[in-house]
């Protein structure tokens, strides 16, 4: 996996931008058959402004961009989203710090610091049914990706798909558990048996990227 310009970083949280938006109905949805059904609406709400602000974010460098984007999620996301989605960013942004292009090593960083944000600010724990779910096990498939021959090539997209699948795979399995954050808990065992919907969410965002990533730089792309 080679190295990602600043082009590749706003394709990536562009593709992630359109695609909450575009979902949320879908996630909303989800969210409302044991949570309180805001959940999609919440983070369009975040997100739209992001989209609407997009050519005036500063992009002095990956970190300043990530952080940026960060405030403004923490500043236009309702609920408990707002304040978990906003520190993954800001987390984020402090570990690429003033990096203009970012290394596979970088971007494992930068995953890790948003998980470590997000367990601390949401005080959540593998297998407790949230987005940690999908986004964990995504990043550790994609950290032992990079690191095995048999994915070298094609700019990392194979890499990337995988984790994207496995994020698909990491969600349904949401099913099984026991819901212990959000309003979702208070539903104790009926929440067994319906996928979390800040997991599925996960699923759904890695597999848009993966795909624009792909379109951009897999096999038959144009240079």
């Known amino acids: 996996m080679a190295q990602a310009s600043f082009d590749d970083v706003d394709l990536v949280i562009k593709t992630m931008a359109t695609t909450i938006v575009d979902n949320a109905d879908y996630f909303a949805q989800l969210d409302s058959i044991v949570g309180d059904g ?20 500063d992009r002095s460098s990956v970190g300043a961009f990530l952080k940026k984007i960060g405030i403004v999620i923490s500043g236009k996301v309702g609920g408990v989203s707002g304040p978990i989605w906003g520190t993954a960013f800001l987390r984020a942004g402090a570990a690429t710090a003033d990096k203009t292009e970012l290394t596979p090593d970088d971007v494992i960083a930068a995953l890790r610091a948003a998980i470590t944000g997000i367990m601390a600010r949401g005080g959540a724990s593998l ?97």
């Open 127 to 223: 297998g407790e049914k949230t987005l940690l779910d999908a986004l964990v096990p995504a990043t550790d498939s994609l950290e032992a990706s990079i690191k095995d021959p048999a994915f070298v090539g094609n700019h990392g997209c194979a890499a990337i798909q995988q984790a994207a699948d496995v994020a698909v795979a990491a969600a349904e399995e949401t099913k099984t558990m026991l819901a212990m954050r959000g309003r979702a808990a208070y539903t104790g065992e009926r929440s067994i048996g319906s996928v979390d919907a800040g997991a599925t969410a996960i699923g759904v965002i890695l597999q848009a990227i993966a795909k624009a990533w792909c379109e951009k730089h897999g096999e038959g792309a144009s240079a």
């Open 38 to 57: 805001d959940f999609g609406y919440s983070l369009r709400n975040g997100f739209e402004v992001v989209i609407s602000d997009w050519d005036s974010l």
